[in-house]
Every structure is written in C-alpha cells, then in structure tokens.
C-alpha cells in the first residue's frame, strides 16, 4: 500500500468515479466527500473505500479543503472524480515518498477532448495535485481552485488524465456556470470591466489556447477547443460588466 491519502469530491459520478478509484486502488486511505448524488455514485464508492462523507456543496475551494482536512496521511493527493492516476505518476509518487526531497508535486493535467486525449507535444494544464496535507491551502476562489503550498515543488513530467469533457454540452454547460462564478468572484471584490478587455480577449485567448498551447496540433478539435476557451475568456469579462451594472441599478 502507498502511505497517503487520497481525497475525492463528487456528485453524481457514476460514469466516471470507478475509473478513478481503480487508478488509486493501491493507496493507503481514500477520503470520499460528496454533496449528495442521487445515483449510483455512492455504491460504487463503497466497493474501494469506507470513508465516505456528505457534505452540502460549500464551494470548490471550501469542499477541497474540508475533505483534505479529513486525510490522516503526511502525504495526500487530489483527484476530480472524472480523472485517473496515470501508472507512470503513481510510480513517481511512490519515489517521492521515499526520496522525501520535495514538498509536493506540480501535475500534467490532460483532457480527453471529443473522443481522444490532445497529441503529446500541447502544452498541458499544471497543478500541484500531490503535497504534504499540513503545509498546502486552498484560497478563497470560487471556481478554478488551486492549492498553495509553503514549501518545495517539484514539476512533474507525469500526467493525470481528465475524462471529464464528453462533449461539447457538457463544456459549454460548464462555462457557463464557471463564468459566472468567476464575475462574481471579481464583483465581490469591487473590480470593473474593461472595455480594452471586452475588445481583446477573445483573440487573445485564442492564440494562447490555439497557438501557444498548441492545439494547432489536434486538428479541428483543437480548433474547436481554442473558440470555446476564447469564449469562456470572453463571457468572464461580459458578465462583469453585466454586474457591474446591476450594482449601480442596485
């Protein structure tokens, strides 16, 4: 068994849960927060874990938080419900462990887009995804949660797989939500809309996801992926802008 936790949040992941309990089937303890799922979900995590606890939805960063707190391991890694442990970083989690010479792990993150995962030479999205439990924190995003960690990272070269796109409904169903969380987020905090943003970034989104990340590689998937990316960029900064209105309304 590898000595960490694993710490899981979920709804309604019958689809996808299985698939990533699989790939951390070997670790020491897995930590199951869910906010309740009204499906299969819940079965199917109780065939590789006991550990399982609700919790209504408190936020992305909140919900991480509470269930890395509930790890009893030095060691934790964080998995979405709809990603898998490639083998190659489950191995290099095993060394760092041993090696102790880090503090965690900055993660490839790769998503599987339109039926098949983008070609290895894009540039892949990086989180710090395996850390020691005491030195990381959540901040207070809304959405696009991320952890800070008081110590040593070192960047992996190894990949967690996100199977979380199946289609295009789906991310745009996901933008559309995420875009709203991010304008309120920057409302709250008394930020403006800029007319020289509304302007410019879309194409500046696009080359960035398009040019930059090289998605020019994935064909018209990549294509696609890069407009809608370009889109989201965009509906962040109309949506402030439409708050922005409403609070002066107000």
């Keep these: 068994m590898i000595k960490a936790s694993v710490y899981i949040i979920c709804q309604n992941e019958e689809k996808h849960i299985k698939r990533c309990l699989e790939s951390v089937k070997d670790f020491d303890e897995i930590i199951i927060v869910d906010s309740g799922s009204s499906d299969k979900t819940l079965e199917i995590a109780s065939a590789y874990t006991d550990k399982i606890f609700h919790q209504d939805f408190l936020g992305y960063a909140k919900q991480k938080e509470f269930a890395k707190n509930l790890c009893s391991h030095e060691w934790v890694l964080n998995l979405d419900a709809d990603e898998e442990l490639s083998s190659e970083l489950k191995n290099e989690i095993i060394t760092t462990i041993q090696n102790d010479d880090c503090d965690g792990l900055e993660v490839n993150i790769f998503s599987k887009y339109l039926g098949k995962f983008p070609n290895k030479l894009c540039k892949a999205i990086t989180r710090i995804r395996f850390f020691r439990k005491n030195l990381g924190s959540y901040g207070a995003k809304l959405v696009h949660e991320s952890i800070s960690l008081n110590g040593k990272v070192k960047k992996s070269k190894n990949f967690i797989y996100d199977h979380g796109l199946t289609t295009i409904q789906t991310q745009i169903d996901k933008i559309n939500s995420y875009s709203s969380l991010r304008a309120s987020e920057k409302s709250n905090k008394n930020r403006s809309a800029s007319s020289l943003k509304l302007i ?47 609070n002066k309304k107000n």
């Design 200 to 246: 410019f970034v879309f194409p500046l989104a696009f080359f960035k996801s398009y040019i930059v990340r090289r998605n020019f590689l994935n064909g018209k998937r990549g294509f696609i992926l890069a407009v809608i990316l370009a889109f989201y960029a965009f509906l962040k900064e109309a949506k402030l802008y439409e708050q922005n209105l409403n």
